[in-house]
């Protein structure tokens, strides 16, 4: 038996040489090749913290939770960008500023999301510009350190103007700035399952968390398929996907297998740069709204194709209510 997987070891082997040297693939034979693309992106760093959870639980919650979403990245090698709040690396003290620099190194990259997470529609495009500027705060000498330059920025809850004359005001204001507008193509309403998900962590319900982190994984398994779908439908062809997560407690339990989902329907992770050279991003979907879609019903409104978005099935009216029963 030994022997034979000695012999077994040297073939295989042999066939590794000959892969590397280009003549035999053996890859080829394994796992189907990823068909689509996606890069990940996480929103509202350093953390997003309940509301009622004191300070110093707050900075250990965080702490340990950007430990466990680092991990699952690294373990999976995916390259990710990472929109800061400074407000919120302000609130949570010396350890935010921990966590921004771990974000801050190889193909984790920082990028601003605004100071205070306000919506774009209750500010003038002067205090926009501004919001803007105090988002830097942080991540600015963080980024200059480690030689890098902020890249990308991501609009609070993806408002982009709900005028025509203010996107293009703020649209302005952006890449004045030196930035790139960043896209979200897929939305998986997280921040609706780990609303709940603190809930229950809060009542110590163990049951309810464990149900709501199969909730929002089923939820995942059919939204990615869903948002691939319509994009392709309204460009006529496969785009780069951007996904949309909130570095909250809910990811840092499941990440992992939601990784795996984009595995199994066959993605290969890039970074968002990388996503955003596709054609389709070239420019930015000229909509004005004061709601904050996805880019494939911004590009379906852009051509003038009929999407029925209630065929978009919604998380769980439990998962919903959740926070909310009496
Ligand atoms: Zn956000």
């Given amino acids: 038996m030994k022997k034979k997987t000695a012999t077994v070891h040297r073939y295989t082997e042999a066939l590794l040489q ?69 407000d919120k690396v302000q609130a949570l003290g010396s350890p935010g500023t921990e966590i921004l620099a771990q974000w801050n190194q190889g193909a984790l990259a920082l990028a601003n999301h605004a100071a205070h997470h306000v919506d774009s529609n209750v500010l003038t495009p002067a205090q926009f510009e501004n919001e803007i500027k105090e988002g830097e705060r942080s991540i600015g000498p963080l980024a200059h350190k480690a030689g890098r330059k902020l890249e990308f920025f991501r609009f609070p809850f993806n408002h982009v103007g709900d005028t025509e004359p203010k996107r293009i005001a703020l649209s302005e204001i952006v890449r004045r700035l030196g930035y790139r507008q960043a896209a979200t193509t897929i939305d998986v309403e997280d921040y609706l399952f780990n609303d709940a998900y603190e809930c229950a962590h809060s009542a110590e319900n163990s049951a309810d968390e464990a149900r709501i982190r199969q909730a929002y994984i089923d939820y995942a398994r059919i939204e990615i398929p869903y948002y691939q779908a319509l994009d392709e439908k309204i460009m006529g062809r496969d785009v780069p996907a951007v996904m949309l997560f909130h570095d909250n407690r809910l990811n840092a339990a499941v990440l992992p297998q939601i990784l795996d989902l984009f595995r199994q329907q066959h993605y290969r992770f890039v970074t968002l740069a990388q996503a955003q050279s596709d054609p389709a991003f070239t420019q930015e979907p000229k909509i004005a709204t004061k709601f904050g879609p996805m880019w494939g019903y911004r590009w379906a409104q852009e051509r003038h194709i009929p999407i029925d978005g209630r065929l978009e099935q919604e998380p769980p009216e439990w998962v919903r209510l959740y926070c909310h029963k009496p």
């Fill in 18 to 86: 000959l892969g590397a040297l280009g003549l035999f693939s053996v890859t080829a034979q394994a796992a189907p090749l990823p068909e689509h693309q996606v890069a990940v992106t996480f929103d509202d760093l350093p953390y997003v913290m309940p509301g009622k959870t004191s300070r110093s639980d707050n900075q250990k919650d965080a702490l340990a939770a950007n430990r466990a979403i680092l991990a699952a990245l690294r373990h999976d090698a995916v390259p990710v960008t990472a929109f800061v709040n400074e």
